[in-house]
């Protein structure tokens, strides 16, 4: 986990202009204005079919939007595909985990680091001789408290750790901006505090925006939260403010109390 | 507990860590250093050269089949590449030495480097194609190529022999020094030393970074997009690669038997490969040099003591196979020595 000084502009992480897409008369993103500070702790929260992860898909690259503007970190990314908006400093992370699962952990994060250092490619070398690599993707493991599954592979391990392989993945890229999608989904809640831990750790250059259903750990986490209700921003505040809002209630915390019981 | 908390620094690592880093990247050098069971096959293969002279032209036929097969592996095993459509280069390659051969040009290793070459170009060109779909839509178009150009061979038979085959070849002394001779013992050695060099390369590209990331488009692609990896020149290039491969165990064939036909461009071609490696084991680089000769040696004996059923016995031995060792003998050996 390089600790890297905060950039020099004051400008935004991550921003989204009037981004929208449809599906034939089924909008999905409707005209998002989205703006994520560097070093922000932001999550994005919504009910089921908001938009939300239309939203992460459209700003990594995975969608083409039907119209608005993508920019990170100041350079328009619209119209780059997925791979060079990682090279910008974009990493996300999966709500179903997306591991390489008979790969050791050490090995998954390898994979990402030899991908920001433009090694992945090599054909000369041995992947064994890569020492800088290997020695700052176990390094990376260390600080996540996963060196002692370094060398197993990833299905072989419960599944509150493969969420945090799958963080470290992402943290491999040395991200300017990361998008947690549902951390801690699937975790029983007794584990999840490992999760939390270690988002709350993340160095704090990097804008860290959560999507997630699960509201202590929004509460606990986020500075600021934005709401997206049918593909629109309904509101965007501080925790406190979003909690009191009477609409917020209405449209999201109330329904979550219609089905109070699941989690 | 309070104040251990406090004094305690937040991002020390974990207590329980029982690996340094050293250790850890010794575990990652240790994968791409020669084990000795490596030598076995090399070993195995001298062997039989002594043992039984009479089985050599079988293999020499083998060895160039097992080039074939490690081939498939890289696209299939590595790459997550599934083909219908391997033959394609095979015959090409086959065609390319074949034809050089029969018109007056017999210097083997040119002929060989001009089948290999042949077949990467094949490669590159219905790679760039097929490989923009994945699933069944790429195994279908796979499928296609090798189907056009079996037809393009049996259309062209004033070039190929069409349904006869290739007639007439005349190969050279390799080096001009040793004559291909009628026992097979120059073939059998000249498979032997292309398929050391083409195992040698193979295994280098499958240890290097960009064979790892190869394991991870095969394991998840979907995340080989989201940590910026260039996922379609990576299959691009491997599917070149083992296209190239293919071509040159085709030219082999070709040079050691003095023969080409249809049959190395069809189905049956491109589907009994896989069927050779998913026997020994797919995407561990060793599982040709173990199926090949299984499956071959099998079919030999079989069809000798059983001339009509012996597919029969050969479809037993796959049940067996996919039944009780799934990942092949070689998945089966690592689970039992666990």
């Known amino acids: 986990m390089s600790i890297e000084a905060l950039p020099a502009s004051n400008g935004l992480a991550l921003e989204t202009r009037g981004l929208c897409k449809s599906f034939g008369a089924l909008t999905v993103a409707d005209n998002i204005d989205f703006r994520l500070e560097h070093g922000a702790r932001q999550a994005l929260i919504g009910p089921n079919g908001a938009g939300k992860t239309t939203f992460v898909e459209l700003v990594t690259g995975g969608l083409t939007p039907s119209a608005g503007q993508i920019v990170i970190d100041g350079t328009d990314v619209t119209d780059l595909p997925q791979a060079a908006r990682v090279k910008r400093g974009l990493a996300r992370t999966f709500q179903i985990t997306a591991l390489f699962r008979r790969l050791t952990t050490l090995e998954n994060v390898t994979l990402a680091i030899a991908e920001r250092d433009g090694v992945a490619g090599g054909l000369i070398l041995p992947a064994g001789r890569h020492n800088g690599v290997i020695e700052e993707a176990f390094e990376l493991l260390e600080t996540l408290g996963l060196a002692e599954d370094a060398l197993r592979p990833v299905s072989a391990l419960a599944y509150g750790r493969q969420r945090l392989v799958e963080i470290a993945v992402a943290l491999g890229l040395s991200p300017k901006v990361l998008l947690l999608d549902e951390p801690a989904a699937g975790v029983p809640s007794g584990e999840s505090g490992i999760i939390v831990e270690v988002i709350e750790r993340l160095p704090p250059d990097i804008a860290v925006l959560i999507i997630e259903h699960d509201m202590d750990l929004v509460f606990r986490l986020a500075r600021r939260i934005t709401v997206l209700v049918q593909g629109q921003v309904l509101v965007e505040g501080p925790p406190d403010a979003i909690a009191a809002d009477p609409q917020v209630r209405q449209v999201y915390l109330g329904e979550r109390e219609h089905g109070r019981g699941g989690r | ?338």
């Open chain 2, 1 to 338: 507990m309070a104040t251990e908390g406090l004094v305690r620094p937040r991002l020390k690592p974990a207590p329980r860590a029982p690996l340094a880093p050293q250790q850890a990247i010794d575990a990652f050098a240790r994968r791409h250093r020669y084990r000795w069971w490596e030598a076995l096959p090399w070993v195995a293969a001298l062997a039989a050269y002594v043992l039984f002279p009479s089985y050599i032209p079988l293999g020499a036929q083998i060895l160039a089949t097992i080039l074939f097969a490690l081939s498939a592996d890289l696209v299939l095993g590595y790459a997550g590449i599934v083909t219908l459509g391997h033959a394609a280069f095979f015959g090409t390659g086959a065609y390319t030495a074949g034809i050089l051969a029969a018109h007056g040009w017999g210097e083997p290793i040119s002929g060989l480097l001009a089948g290999t070459a042949a077949a990467a170009l094949i490669g590159f060109v219905s790679g760039c194609i097929v490989l923009r779909t994945t699933g069944l839509t790429l195994l279908m178009q796979t499928l296609v190529v090798a189907t056009l150009l079996y037809e393009a061979a049996n259309k062209a038979s004033w070039l190929t022999g069409g349904d006869d085959g290739l007639q007439g070849m005349e190969v050279w002394p390799i080096f001009g020094q040793f004559r291909f001779d009628m026992f097979g013992r120059t073939g059998y050695l000249y498979c032997l030393a292309v398929l050391f060099l083409c195992w040698l390369f193979a295994r280098h590209i499958v240890h290097s970074p960009f064979g790892r990331s190869l394991t991870g488009i095969r394991e998840n692609v979907r995340r080989m997009h989201a940590i910026g990896a260039p996922v379609r020149s990576r299959r691009l290039i491997i599917y070149t690669i083992a296209a190239a491969l293919a071509g040159t165990a085709g030219a082999l064939i070709a040079q050691t038997t003095g023969f080409v036909g249809l049959t190395f461009l069809n189905l049956d071609r491109s589907g009994t490969v896989l069927i050779m490696l998913i026997i020994g084991g797919v995407g561990r680089l060793y599982g040709a040099f173990i199926g090949v000769p299984l499956y071959m040696i099998a079919q030999n004996r079989f069809s000798e003591i059983e001339p009509v059923y012996w597919y029969f016995w050969l479809g037993l031995m796959m049940i067996i196979v996919v039944v009780f060792a799934r990942g092949g003998i070689l998945g089966l050996a690592e689970r039992l020595r666990r």
